[in-house]
């Protein structure tokens, strides 16, 4: 027996990779290996069936309320990584429901006149600006060169891991923008994923965003998530963790296939 999470919509026996030029068979690998049983499946449901396998040291909890000892029976799972994925996580009895998405590619909703004028850089190379654009490895070097644009800069983006060592270095001003910007951002679409998805609690995966917590951990990045008008109190109910586990992805395979 096998099971994979992939960065892919998984539907019928095709599957093509989102983010890389890759495709596969799902029963020729299957019967290529000599497994009994094979199990593809996207890879944020992967990570959602190992929130239930989760121990209290796997999470860190975000500024806001405090994170449940008990995990809440419907969680938004969020993660920015090679792209920026988005599913749901439902506890029933007996059973765990875990719906993939693909609101990665939702559309990218300006709130400032900083934003703003992000979107319009990044207009200007892209047709369309989505939140993965942003929320992602890829989507870091976009908003730093966005950023760089905007303040008369115009240079090749560092990558993204550089950027975010630059940032939290303090050697970059426009690196150290560019991830508080990030943040920012992030908070303000997790607050929108709550609220579609009817969400109790927010949990953040992806390789990304344990880098870059003492920019993500503040105030101002809860008061984003938060800050949806009318609605704002029912997301002020709502706490956020990041998942610390290694490999959730991998927890999550194996308790797919023998839970």
């Not at 890829?138 to 990558?159: C, F, Q, V």
């Not at 390789?207 to 704002?232: C, N, W, Y």
């Amino acid at each position: 027996m096998a099971a994979f999470g992939v960065a892919s919509h998984v539907t019928g026996d095709t599957v093509q990779l989102t983010n890389i030029d890759w495709a596969f068979s799902i029963e020729d690998l299957r019967s290529r290996f000599g497994w009994s049983r094979l199990e593809v499946v996207n890879d944020f449901v992967a990570i959602g069936h190992s929130l239930a396998g989760l121990r209290p040291e796997h999470w860190r909890p975000l500024t806001g309320p405090a994170w449940p000892g008990r995990l809440a029976g419907h969680v938004s799972l969020v993660g920015p990584g090679t792209g920026f994925g988005v599913g749901s996580v439902i506890h029933g009895q007996g059973e765990i429901l875990v719906t993939p998405t693909e609101g990665g590619h939702a559309s990218f909703a300006p709130v400032d006149a900083l934003e703003i004028a992000i979107l319009k850089a990044m207009l200007r190379r892209f047709p369309r600006i989505s939140n993965e654009r942003i929320l992602s490895g890829p989507g870091l070097e976009n908003l730093y060169r966005a950023m760089a644009e905007i303040r008369g800069t115009l240079a090749d983006p560092p990558s993204a891991p550089a950027i975010v060592q630059a940032a939290t270095g303090g050697r970059d001003p426009i690196a150290s923008d560019t991830v508080q910007c990030f943040c920012l951002i992030l908070g303000g679409a997790m607050g929108d994923i709550a609220l579609i998805q009817g969400a109790e609690a927010v949990a953040i995966a992806g390789g990304i965003v344990p880098h870059m917590v003492e920019f993500l951990d503040t105030s101002q990045v809860r008061a984003r998530f938060e800050a949806k008008g009318r609605a704002q109190a029912v997301l002020a109910a709502v706490p956020i963790a990041l998942i610390t586990h290694p490999e959730p992805g991998l927890l999550g395979a194996a308790r797919l296939l023998f839970s």
